[in-house]
């Protein structure tokens, strides 16, 4: 896009929105670092993502000049090591940096997340050294994007039964098979893909944009997440060199701990799509004039507002707990599961009811609640859908696997 046609598109007005919320003083418990990370990202999200984002959402076009702008900010794996081109933060840090860039818009967090947590943290976590200097340098600086490839046509919460597979051919493996649903896959350089192998084990594998048989083609029509590009991954006996093949690990474990590792993310992420509603529906509530006062002053509104800080207030303070027990490597799988459930949830229940708060205009691109609104549904449906963190919890409690 030319800046001419960028600049049209920028709407000044929201340049200078955003009041601090903090409610039960949780600034207090960040450290130094966690709040200048905060405030670098928060600023830029206002120069960069809220002016744009409406536009950008409107017309289901990624931004994709923001790949380099995350990584400038250190938002591409914030807690990964600085020499594998992480941020070399904490949790709370990288959790923090989620939560400003979701206030801006879910699809500008995804795009992150799916860096760092996706292709970043694997490569780092199951590679060799070899590989992880070719390519997390290049990640980490944004000059290459990377997509995650779990999900398949059949095969969404119940990974497991995936079909895509790689067979042994020499010095390669022959990989076949197609993914579906995958952030970012048409602007992609490089895949991590997951794929059986002969022995019927899942394998995580680097696959490069550009060998022959590998295509990812965009998904169109979507009414959710517009400003973040998904597509496909289909393989057609491509050749992937050996040495692109994650050694050690084998079996689903491998894709669920990147999972943890995005799924904390989210968690935190939520929080800031509701503080963006909540931030418009108390202003508005303010401003907005009827029956001769501020509708803020009814007290059905002031049920509505007190209710949403309260959850937003809850929700801030699993996240903080669960990034100290992530710091200290203590965060379980099914304690995740909890607070990426509870946190969208939330975040979702928020955006519904700070758009009531904006009447009619709550329908509206002037106000940002309904785009929040309907990116929250992919937000409750990937990375284990609502009811799937669920069960994990279900299972954690009881003992008792509803999957099995
Ligand atoms: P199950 O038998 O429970 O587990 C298999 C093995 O994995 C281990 N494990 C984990 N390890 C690390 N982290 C976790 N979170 C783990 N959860 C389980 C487990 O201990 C076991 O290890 P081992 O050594 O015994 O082999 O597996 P299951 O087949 O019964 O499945 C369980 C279930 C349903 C919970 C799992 O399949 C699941 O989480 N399904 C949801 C699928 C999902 O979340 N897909 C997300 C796709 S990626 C995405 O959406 C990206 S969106 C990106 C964006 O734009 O931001
Ligand atoms: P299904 O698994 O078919 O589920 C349909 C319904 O059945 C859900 O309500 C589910 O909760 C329910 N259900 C399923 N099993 C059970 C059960 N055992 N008990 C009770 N209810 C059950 N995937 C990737 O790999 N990489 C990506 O980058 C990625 N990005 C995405 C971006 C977007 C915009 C979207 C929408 C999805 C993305 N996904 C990605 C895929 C996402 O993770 C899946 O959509 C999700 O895991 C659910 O799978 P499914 O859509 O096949 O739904």
């Known amino acids: 896009m030319s800046s001419s046609t960028l600049d049209s598109m920028i709407n000044h007005s929201k340049v200078d929105k955003y009041t601090h919320h903090d409610y039960y003083g949780i600034d207090e418990l960040l450290t130094e670092d966690h709040l200048l990370a905060r405030d670098a990202v928060r600023d830029w999200v206002k120069q960069e993502v809220s002016p744009i984002i409406e536009a950008y959402s409107e017309k289901a076009e990624c931004p994709t000049h923001l790949f380099k702008g995350l990584a400038e900010i250190g938002a591409y794996g914030p807690s990964l090591p600085t020499k594998y081109g992480g941020g ?32 970043m943290y694997p490569i780092y976590r199951y590679a060799s050294e070899e590989q ?29 039964g995936m079909v895509t597979n790689i067979k042994d051919d020499g010095d390669a493996y022959i990989l076949n098979g ?71 690990i084998k079996g689903l474990k491998g894709p669920l701990s990147c999972l943890s590792k995005a799924r904390y993310g989210i968690s935190w992420g939520a929080i800031g799509a509701a503080l963006d509603c909540y931030d418009s529906a108390l202003r508005y509530s303010q401003e907005r004039i009827q029956f001769g006062k501020p509708i803020g002053q009814f007290q059905l509104t002031q049920k509505k507002l007190a209710e949403m800080i309260t959850e937003i207030t809850k929700a801030q303070l699993l996240a903080w707990r669960l990034g100290s027990l992530a710091n200290e490597g203590k965060a379980s799988p099914s304690q995740i599961s909890m607070a990426k459930r509870n946190n969208v949830a939330m975040a979702l229940d928020i955006a519904r009811e700070a758009r009531q708060i904006h009447g009619g205009m709550g329908i509206t691109n002037e106000y940002p609640c309904m785009r929040h609104m309907m990116n929250l549904e992919t937000v409750l449906t990937y990375e284990g859908t609502h009811d799937i963190h669920l069960l994990i919890t279900g299972y954690d409690v009881t003992g008792l696997n509803a999957f099995s």
Not at 132 to 148: A, D, H, R, V
Not at 214 to 242: N, Q, W, Y
Request: hydrophobic letters at 40%.
């Open 132 to 160: 992880k200097m070719k390519y997390l340098p290049k990640l980490g600086s944004g000059e290459f994007i990377g997509c995650f490839g779990l999900t398949e046509p059949d095969h969404g919460s119940n990974p497991s």
């Open 178 to 248: 197609a993914k579906m649903w995958i952030t970012n896959s048409p602007v992609a350089d490089v895949a991590v893909v997951w794929a059986k192998d002969e022995e019927g084990k899942i394998r995580g594998m680097v696959v490069e944009k550009g060998w022959k048989g590998f295509s990812a083609p965009e998904i169109h029509g979507k009414l959710s997440l517009r400003a973040s590009i998904t597509g496909e991954l289909v393989f057609e006996d491509v050749r992937v060199p050996k040495e692109n093949v994650f050694p050690e």
């Open 88 to 119: 070399g933060m904490d949790e709370i840090a990288y959790g923090i940096i989620m939560q400003e860039l979701e206030r801006g818009d879910s699809g500008i967090r995804s795009m992150a997340s799916v860096q760092g947590s996706l292709v």
